[in-house]
């Protein structure tokens, strides 16, 4: 079945792709910073999480705002490899490299949606957009320049 039909949506379901990262990765940073909802892996937390939540909380917002889009999803991507690796991938000394093994398998998702979120830009439906920062169309921000 052709699904080309969908591609005229395309930039509107960028923007909903963009607010629904940075909802998912909002939710993080109000568990880790705000206790809520009251999560046993967030009870106790070390200070590097904490820096980590307030990412996630003010990075979080602006993406779901489309407000500096590609420098916040940027960040986020470098923050979220950084979970990977040191929280995941390394958290018990002797590397444990399969995701489903090591529980990363949302940081590395997050990690590649902030990336191409970096890349593609906030969409439409954005302050960046309404601040004609990004030009809302297929291919990337600044094309009508």
Do not use: W
Request: hydrophobic share 50%; proline share 6%; aromatic share 16%.
């Amino acid at each position: 079945m052709n699904f080309t039909f969908l591609s005229r949506y395309q930039p509107v379901l960028l923007s909903l792709f963009r607010f629904i990262t940075g909802l998912l990765l909002f939710q993080y940073g109000v568990a880790k910073l705000f206790k809520f909802p009251v999560l046993p892996y967030f009870a106790d937390i070390p200070p590097l999480i904490y820096v980590a939540g307030t990412l996630e909380l003010v990075l979080g917002a602006t993406l779901m705002l489309g407000l500096f889009t590609r420098l916040s999803a940027f960040i986020l991507a470098g923050e979220m490899a950084f979970a990977y690796f040191m929280g995941h991938m390394f958290k018990t000394g002797t590397p444990v490299f399969l995701p489903l093994l090591n529980g990363g398998t949302a940081a590395i998702l997050f990690c590649f949606a902030c990336l191409y979120l970096s890349a593609a830009g906030g969409g439409p439906v954005s302050i960046d957009a309404l601040m004609g920062k990004e030009s809302g169309e297929p291919g990337g921000a600044y094309a009508r320049r």
